[in-house]
Nanobody
Framework: QVHLLESGGGSVQSGGSLRLSCAVS????????MAWFRQSPGTEREGVAA???????AYVDSVKGRFTISHDTAKNTLHLQMNSLKPHDTAMYYC???????????????????????WGQGTSVTVSS
């Protein structure tokens, strides 16, 4: 059974940094797509960043140049390094995964949530001004 567990959320001031992690267990596929989504109260879940097993990445425009997604294949852990955080980055952040999947292009837009069949429970990020 595939299990995703996020960690690393917290509260920081504007301009600060956080590194989110998502430990993936129960899966051993060589081909995959993984992503970070976020959702704040009253809004739809938004794809923030995605990566696939070929190393292609995709970011939503609002985080380009500030956030970096990576996957540690040895530990099967997905990361999201978030720098220069802003109050509007405040949200619950979720990791997601799907297997036998590839992003259609590099530097494109993150795929929608419907692509992903596996989700973590979320980790909270609060950025104060």
């Amino acid at each position: 059974q595939v299990h995703l567990l996020e960690s690393g959320g917290g509260s920081v001031q504007s301009g600060g940094s956080l590194r989110l992690s998502c430990a993936v267990s129960g899966a051993s596929y060589n081909t995959y797509c993984m992503a970070w989504f976020r959702q704040s109260p009253g809004t739809e879940r938004e794809g923030v960043a995605a990566i696939d097993s070929d190393g292609k990445t995709a970011y939503v425009d609002s985080v380009k140049g500030r956030f970096t997604i990576s996957h540690d294949t040895a530990k099967n852990t997905l990361h999201l390094q978030m720098n220069s955080l802003k109050p509007h980055d405040t949200a619950m952040y979720y990791c997601a995964a799907e297997f036998l999947c590839r992003l259609s292009s590099n530097n494109g837009y993150p795929p929608p949530q419907g692509l992903y069949g596996y989700w973590g429970q979320g980790t909270s990020v609060t950025v104060s001004s």
